[in-house]
């Protein structure tokens, strides 16, 4: 997990984000809105970067506490997806080991963010993670999202 912080002076966030109320949003509505923020980028990216999100926003459903919101946009120029999600849990999210009951969600974060981490604020905590839209600037911590081989059928 990365530690680090973010700082908005330095990369200011992209305008044509979307915030959303998670205690009044459906899944299916905020997934929707993230398809929409990345219109112009396609295929596996765009699926990693919804399945982060929709990461994200099941785990404030389900261990955070209200009032819970979402904030997603482009930023670096439109080369980066910034997801920020605030819960007024005082729970630290953290990497464990899967079991019946769950654990599988950060890790999937873990994979397929280039990074992400966990800000406390007064009242309230930030959970975020960016995601590479290019290929080139990939973590290539998802094996998928590296070049694939040149695949023939044999006969």
């Keep these: 997990m990365s530690t680090q912080s973010w700082s908005p002076v330095s990369e200011e966030p992209d305008p044509r984000g979307v915030s959303c109320d998670l205690d009044t949003a459906p899944a299916r509505e905020v997934r929707r809105m993230a398809r929409e923020v990345l219109a112009g980028h396609g295929g596996i990216v765009v699926d990693d ?25 482009l930023i670096d120029q439109g080369r980066r997806l910034r997801v920020e999600v605030d819960d007024t849990s005082p729970r630290r999210p953290h990497l464990r080991t899967p079991d019946a009951s769950g654990g ?47 695949w023939r059928h044999r006969t």
């Design 49 to 73: 970067a919804v399945l982060v999100v929709d990461e994200l926003v099941g785990n404030a459903r389900r261990h955070g506490t209200g009032p819970r919101v979402c904030w997603f946009g």
């Design 104 to 150: 599988r969600g950060l890790l999937v974060v873990d994979r397929l963010a280039s990074a992400w981490g966990v800000q406390r604020h007064i009242g309230h905590k930030t959970v975020w993670a960016e995601l590479a839209l290019d290929r080139a600037a990939s973590s290539a911590r998802a094996p998928h999202l590296a070049a694939a081989p040149d």
